[in-house]
């Protein structure tokens, strides 16, 4: 799909605008996507510094502002993700390291639970991540996610699906589930 | 395994972290901007460094030869698909010397002359046109002057008789000849679209063969 460009008379005063109408919800996209709130907050910068980079990339109209917008985001916590492969070699370590430090602040049980929930996500590619947060959590129709991602909806079901089946496996390997 | 939906809001962050302080947004809304004043200088008046200068030089230089060989290819591509093409005056019915042939997918049969009028090398272009209806096509051949003059002078005494065109010894198609046809020609056939350009394609990728 090919959306249309415009030219802003005032780039900077553009992106000012596109930065307080869409900051709010990139945060809270991107801080289920990052490992905690100061990268997210990196995560939403860094989205609005590669729009600086390219400001005639980015196409007219809220809704469109807002779907090159989260695109972007993804693709920024795309690069990290790969950069950070050498972790995922090592996840399971990582994880058991996790989860013991993890007992070792917050005893309790539900504390516990919740982390390993959270952290079975990592094992999901950014967009597929993205894809399961934006249906389970944000309640977007399938079909609102595929316009949002310029992707087909047989696509976000079949990311849902792998996604379902890669959490259900991490959470039966990590034990966050008392089923 | 519980409600994956359940586990999820269960354990998101955002429903157990305190919003991030207003200040912290403000502060990277700055940086944003900074930035973006900075990107806003027009290229001309941006200093432009020896390194950048060369790193742009050889993306350039990579840019051509990888250009080169994609057309090196689609030409080597192109030879390799080339089809014989012939024109060659034809007859509706049998004579001492002609050569019978069937029309592709007409069932009807044709008599060759054994002169091969005009052939690959003759062609400037060839392109579907539109030829008495919406559903019509037929395909203009336009012949460069070597191969005009041989048309004009084969089909001037064969108006009302058809001409057949061969692909690789096959004949496609038998049009009948309306005209004397010079510098380019129009073979109308009631083709549909499809038809038309499947067949002008064939021609095209013929053009060069010798």
């Given at each position: 799909?090919?959306?249309?460009?415009?030219?802003?008379?005032?780039?900077?005063?553009?992106?000012?605008?596109?930065?307080?109408?869409?900051?709010?919800?990139?945060?809270?996209?991107?801080?289920?996507?990052?490992?905690?709130?100061?990268?997210?907050?990196?995560?939403?910068?860094?989205?609005?510094?590669?729009?600086?980079?390219?400001p005639k990339r980015i196409p007219a109209g809220a809704s469109n502002?807002?779907?090159?917008?989260?695109?972007?985001?993804?693709?920024?916590?795309?690069?990290?993700?790969?950069?950070?492969?050498?972790?995922?070699?090592?996840?399971?370590?990582?994880?058991?390291?996790?989860?013991?430090?993890?007992?070792?602040?917050?005893?309790?049980?539900?504390?516990?639970?919740?982390?390993?929930?959270?952290?079975?996500?990592?094992?999901?590619?950014?967009?597929?991540?993205?894809?399961?947060?934006?249906?389970?959590?944000?309640?977007?129709?399938?079909?609102?996610?595929?316009?949002?991602?310029?992707?087909?909806?047989?696509?976000?079901?079949?990311?849902?699906?792998?996604?379902?089946?890669?959490?259900?496996?991490?959470?039966?390997?990590?034990?966050?589930?008392?089923? | 395994?519980?409600?994956?939906?359940?586990?999820?809001?269960?354990?998101?962050?955002?429903?157990?972290?305190?919003?991030?302080?207003?200040?912290?947004?403000?502060?990277?809304?700055?940086?944003?901007?900074?930035?973006?004043?900075?990107?806003?200088?027009?290229?001309?008046?941006?200093?432009?460094?020896?390194?950048?200068?060369?790193?742009?030089?050889?993306?350039?230089?990579?840019?051509?030869?990888?250009?080169?060989?994609?057309?090196?290819?689609?030409?080597?591509?192109?030879?390799?698909?080339?089809?014989?093409?012939?024109?060659?005056?034809?007859?509706?019915?049998?004579?001492?010397?002609?050569?019978?042939?069937?029309?592709?997918?007409?069932?009807?049969?044709?008599?060759?002359?054994?002169?091969?009028?005009?052939?690959?090398?003759?062609?400037?272009?060839?392109?579907?046109?539109?030829?008495?209806?919406?559903?019509?096509?037929?395909?203009?051949?336009?012949?460069?002057?070597?191969?005009?003059?041989?048309?004009?002078?084969?089909?001037?005494?064969?108006?009302?008789?058809?001409?057949?065109?061969?692909l690789d010894g096959q004949v496609i198609m038998a049009p009948v000849?309306?005209d004397s046809v010079g510098g380019a020609a129009m073979l109308t056939?009631?083709?549909?679209?499809?038809?038309?350009?499947?067949?002008?394609?064939?021609?095209?990728?013929?053009?060069?063969?010798?």
């Amino acid at each position: 799909m090919t959306l249309p460009v415009v030219a802003d008379a005032n780039p900077v005063e553009r992106l000012g605008r596109l930065f307080d109408a869409h900051h709010e919800r990139l945060y809270r996209l991107a801080r289920r996507l990052a490992p905690n709130a100061d990268d997210a907050l990196d995560l939403v910068q860094e989205t609005f510094l590669r729009a600086a980079k390219s400001p005639k990339r980015i196409p007219a109209g809220a809704s469109n502002e807002e779907a090159w917008l989260v695109r972007v985001l993804i693709n920024v916590r795309r690069d990290q993700w790969r950069r950070a492969s050498v972790r995922a070699r090592h996840q399971d370590a990582a994880f058991e390291n996790a989860r013991n430090e993890d007992t070792r602040r917050s005893p309790e049980a539900g504390l516990i639970a919740r982390a390993a929930v959270w952290q079975a996500l990592d094992v999901l590619p950014p967009r597929r991540r993205a894809i399961v947060v934006m249906h389970e959590l944000e309640e977007l129709p399938i079909q609102d996610i595929a316009s949002l991602l310029g992707i087909s909806a047989i696509t976000i079901r079949w990311h849902l699906a792998m996604g379902r089946r890669d959490l259900a496996r991490a959470l039966k390997t990590s034990g966050g589930t008392n089923s | 395994m519980n409600n994956l939906k359940e586990l999820l809001r269960g354990a998101d962050p955002l429903r157990h972290e305190p919003a991030p302080p207003p200040g912290q947004h403000a502060v990277r809304r700055q940086a944003v901007l900074a930035a973006a004043g900075r990107a806003d200088v027009p290229a001309s008046e941006r200093p432009r460094s020896r390194r950048a200068f060369l790193a742009t030089s050889t993306l350039m230089l990579a840019a051509i030869l990888a250009l080169g060989a994609i057309v090196w290819s689609v030409f080597n591509s192109n030879l390799r698909a080339a089809i014989r093409f012939e024109i060659r005056m034809a007859e509706t019915n049998p004579a001492p010397g002609l050569q019978k042939a069937k029309v592709s997918d007409s069932g009807r049969y044709i008599y060759l002359h054994p002169e091969v009028v005009v052939s690959n090398n003759d062609i400037a272009a060839v392109e579907v046109v539109e030829a008495g209806g919406p559903s019509q096509y037929g395909i203009s051949v336009k012949l460069n002057a070597a191969g005009a003059g041989k048309m004009r002078r084969a089909t001037a005494a064969h108006i009302g008789k058809p001409l057949a065109i061969l692909l690789d010894g096959q004949v496609i198609m038998a049009p009948v000849v309306r005209d004397s046809v010079g510098g380019a020609a129009m073979l109308t056939g009631h083709y549909t679209k499809a038809e038309a350009q499947r067949i002008a394609d064939r021609i095209v990728k013929g053009i060069g063969m010798r």
